[in-house]
């Protein structure tokens, strides 16, 4: 079992940036794939971006794509949203999560077994 706790977010104005960030305990992290989604409310969850265990290989929705960069390094226990050119469509709470085992990055959060508790973001026009 590995606990996240995510961290970075807050109220930016449309246009701003911010950088989450996402803790993990325990040493069953480096070898997994982790994902970053959100959820506005009144909306189901939705995926935002992931990336496998090297991190050399990301996957981003459509609609973050070229905005949002996700990142880890191998000797830190973190993985990294950074988000540029915010919209007020991007407020939400923001979650990471780890990939199940043997699972590189993927777009559905059934591919994801642990989950952090979210920070919430929100975009002002």
């Known amino acids: 079992q590995v606990q996240l706790a995510e961290s970075g977010g807050g109220l930016v104005q449309a246009g701003g940036s911010l950088r989450l960030s996402c803790a993990a305990s325990g040493r069953t992290f480096h070898y997994y794939s982790m994902g970053w989604f959100r959820q506005a409310p009144g909306k189901q969850r939705e995926f935002v971006g992931a990336i496998n265990w090297t991190g050399d290989t990301t996957l981003y929705a459509d609609s973050v794509k070229g905005r949002f960069t996700i990142s880890r390094a191998s000797s830190e226990t973190a993985v990294y949203l950074q988000m540029n050119s915010l919209k007020p469509e991007d407020t939400a709470v923001y979650y990471c999560?780890?990939?199940?085992?043997?699972?590189?990055?993927?777009?559905?959060?059934?591919?994801?077994?642990?989950w952090g508790q979210g920070t919430q973001v929100t975009v002002s026009s």
């Open positions: 999560a780890r990939g199940r085992r043997g699972i590189g990055p993927d777009t559905f959060s059934t591919a994801y077994d642990n």
